[in-house]
């Protein structure tokens, strides 16, 4: 901390968690950003000045933490949240979603309704999302604008998708976006996302899995999602999902082998040996009933795991802080076991551990120097907040993501005192109502 | 609706769900109040005015519904919310919450802790909770003052409690806040809680069972929360603790078994036929690893099932829309069965089915006319509740309590615009961090 210096931002009167490697905390702490990056961080000595500052944040005597890392999400989904729920995954996919996205999907309602998405991720604390879709370019432009850090897919399937009508140029579409967007804006990764081991064929994996090499960009992929698709590969391909993509070369780092649910202790143990991550989506995979993701087995092996929303078709919400509550609860009765799962090692899958899962480790998931700043900033005044024991317990059991007051990405203020600064979201509420109006009366 | 009358309150311009036997919606609906009671219901004819009112709440386009039912709670524990975490039940029960009460329960703590509870629950759209806790005269104090509707029942152990040194005196220091409460305010029930079948006695439990009677009053035990419950019990009586409690006469209407965790498929069957109401609380029993309670096949033996946060030491909060949607996702992961436990079956869980459960289904739990005027709003302009395409389903999946922006309890509004009016939060929030420093610097 130089005295003479002008920081960007001082954050200040808030307990820090850093969620660094020691899981640091600081009472009323004090945190400067300049360049967008984190410059120092310490607890505040008795009597100290505040650092000087072209802006300070004061945190409420609340806390300060990492903003939030998604590690899951089809932004466009929005437009279709709550269109089809209660209903068996296969059915709610293909007689539902498909049809829903072949008509409606495109760049203007792609755009549309990804930055209603990225409004709600910001609101509630969520800084940096992995997304996959169509149009991936449009989401692109929406993240652009709506300031948050991205990790963006194109997604590639073997038959006629949104925006690519003839398969035969899935994996090239998603080269095309990646060429576009890698090293345009600093916030923005481009790479590819294959759907899944059971729609895209041996030759589409391995094809893409070149192309991501190429480009040295992240390869999303959903994988043993249900019981059902691990037994459909299991009898065309002799192995489980897992298996089979690592013995095609699809799975190495790099790659983010999502929901991973009936991955076996064979299959984690692949993964971790291929230095693969996983994201594991708990709201979206209770209530699609895909099943409980082995979590405490990935951590016992050593691999990188994120949470993640999904698309909120599925979900409805995209709130990390409800995905942490859930996640946590659902191991512990699903083992019978309270012990499993305690709120700090929580608390890592939406922080720290997600920034590794998805290849950004080195660069966010903590306030620690040198990393970007992306941070939020928790109203604790509040009564389902009081009193408070231990801040990790409160951020997994008690928080929701309106207790979020302010929120930084990039060194930028997106969100202040509860109000998004990027844009107007009636508007943008509005613009996706639009098209709500006309998905409805075509049902 | 009589239009020469000037009501006490006008709801208007939202979407009324009123919960009703047919589940009516009325769009753009008008609810009339007048005297603590609803005195009219109906969906707005294009071009009709207002019905005369001395109040008008204008829902904002939004949802107007009755408002949620916890059907259990232990309001004053938001005094230890946090303070043990991830730790096994009988642990957390034995070695730090009987600890804790035993040295920080007394009059002044439970009435500061159960006022913040309530602050709580109103700001998030609780408008009844069913509580048991010691001091229960101060709850009930904390209550009256809050504006909440409150079934409160004094509890019942037998050993030394806090304000019962003697457990003699257990069951008539119970009579004795019964015959306190009873007809003083008209939102107060006051009623009988024996905590468990392994912590009273058959004597203990029959001479509750008979001062309810007398009183004609709701008698709540918790029960068959726990697979080790179940085996001291059937060890212990020769039966599950459903059984057991049947045999000794303590089952019959007028009364709630909380929990029911592992009710056989027999035990289910007794308690329909005794008509029992069941409150079940989904994430406390998650959090503490006590298991999946059979919900579906308790509505299928046609009980009366509502649910309830539990206290807000093993919650860690007092939210009924989270309550709703861990309830709808667990069911449906726990069965692998998406279908299992639809929105609107869930929503019935926290009002009508809920009213019911505890002896209530004909005053509240419906906006219905004749039941009391105890009705929320729901802001639905805001990025995660758009789209809408089906508010039963949001308000399961999407919805958070801090979308809750008004509170009518009783024809009374507690809660405008998101401000509870019936006490300063910031002293109550004050009140109970003193309490908190004391316990934490005690430990």
Redesign the interface.
Known sequence: MNPSETYDIVFHNGLIITANGNWDVHEKGVVCVSGGRIESVRGEAPGDELPRARKYIDAGAGIVMPGLVNTHSHAAM??F???A?????MS?LEDHMFKAEARWVNRQSVFDAAR??F??ML??GTTTCCDGYFFEGAVARAAQEAGIRAVLAQGVVDFSAPGVPDPRRNVSTAVDFVRAWQGKVSRIYPGIFCHSPYTCSEKTLRSAREAADEAGCLLQIHVAET?GEVAKIQEEKGGSPVAYLDSIGVLRDRTLAVHAVWASEEDTALLAAQGVGVSVTT?S????????APIPGFLDAGLSVGLGTDG?AS?????MF?EM??T???H??H??????L??RSVLALATRDAAAAIGLGDEIGSIEVGKWADIITIDT????W?????PN??LV??A????VRNVVVDGTIVVENRRIRTMD??R??ED??G??RK??SSK
Not at 335 to 340: A, E, G, M, N, Y
Not at 386 to 390: A, E, N, Q, S, V
């Open positions: 929005a437009l949240r709550g269109l729920d209660d209903l068996p995954l709610w209603l998405s409004a709600e609101l509630s019981k709201e995979e209770m209530k699609l009933a895909s099943g409980v909120c979900n409805n919400n995209q709130d409800q509550d859930f946590a609860k659902l512990k009765v083992r019978l076991d309270p012990t499993v305690h709120a005044k509040q009564p389902h009081t009193p408070m024991y231990d317990s409160h059991y008690t929701r993501g309106s207790d979201v009636e943008v509420t996706v109502e098209w709500s998905i409805r």
